[in-house]
């Protein structure tokens, strides 16, 4: 894609803000992911759980499901391509098998008219469903490329102070190239991240991840976030970053979140928050309260509980913890969860409440 040239933005860096960046630079130390970072936000627990994971093969971006592409249409357009031919393949093959065996039923011997029709019933089950499915994903994947017809050549205002609602074809209509990011690492902050998509126009380089959720608004963890993905393409791809966007789960639309001291403050707070955290619990310190709102821990991925005879161990800096054991009241299975093992407690997640965990002490 070819798109109108850039035009160079100053960022508003705010008056204090020079003093406050150079305080979170730090000599030593492991890497913070960009995600946990945000979780810190959500919950001080979930934040320290993620900075102690220590997972070195985790991707910050939520993972696609869909094995169809969808934010590419370059790759949109390749696999409707691909689905075509298959299709005409499968067709093919289908009629010539039906014409053999029509043509062996004609000249064969009465007998063997069963077992020549079992050939062709055999061929059809055999293709039909290959022939169905290719039609349905080439059917999806020709809604998706329509979609893109209804993109406009519209972009978030650079020097905007607030957030932007944008839709992805609309970008890409604008001129901006949509490229997949390995991890960004910042020597200087200790900070790293894999945002979903990098958008790139000339100088310009914009920040994407989705959420988990459609909901049309961002909450807090997701703007500290998106600009942890900001300094991270700013300070490590040297280029201009006015904007981040946050696309809401599976949809084309989202918001452009400007690159501000408004929005970056937040960040900076998290940042500091869960290094003091992480200090603490190095120095052998007291953990962090739960969330004062208990609901958030209802689908927390980390108090999921999961069977402890599936063998999943919870890591702490990469060592194993003692599961915490839950069991069903009055039942023998057990469970564990990271959450629980970490801080010794039973979380309240929506599943430990459908499966009435507790802890192994007072399980009877």
Partial sequence: MEGAVAPMVTRNKGEAEPNRVSRLKVEKGDFISASSVANVVYCKRAGLLAAESKDVNRRDDMPVLDLL??????????????????????????????????????????????STALLLFIVMIALVPFLLSTTSSLNELIRRLRSADFGTRREPDPAATDTTPVFWWDLWKSGFVS?????????????????????????????????????????????????????????????DVPYGIILYGDTMRGIAVPNHPRYRKPFHDALEELRRLVTIADGG??????????????????????????????????????????????????????????????PTHKLTDELRLQDVKGAG
């Fill in 69 to 114: 592409p969808v934010y590419e249409l370059e790759e949109i357009r390749d696999a409707i391509a691909q689905r075509w031919r298959r299709l005409l393949c499968g067709l093919g093959a289908l009629i010539v098998a039906a014409t053999i065996c029509s043509s062996l039923a004609a000249f064969d011997s009465f007998q063997h008219a069963r």
């Fill in 179 to 239: 490229q997949r990011c390995d991890r960004l690492a910042d020597e200087n902050w200790k900070l790293d991240g894999s945002p979903f998509r990098v958008l790139q126009r000339d100088s310009w380089a914009i920040p994407v991840f989705r959420t988990r959720s459609v909901h049309d608004y961002p909450k807090p963890q997701h703007l500290v976030r998106i600009m942890a993905y900001c300094h991270l393409v700013e300070s490590q791809m040297g280029a």
């Fill in 285 to 346: 310190g007291p953990p962090p309260y739960p969330p004062a709102d208990i609901n958030r821990c209802a689908g927390c991925p980390f108090g999921e509980p999961r069977l402890l005879s599936k063998g999943i161990p919870t890591l702490r800096n990469g060592k194993r913890l003692d599961p915490h054991v839950l069991k069903p009241m009055g039942g023998r299975t057990r469970y564990h969860c990271d959450c629980g093992d970490r801080f010794e407690w039973c």
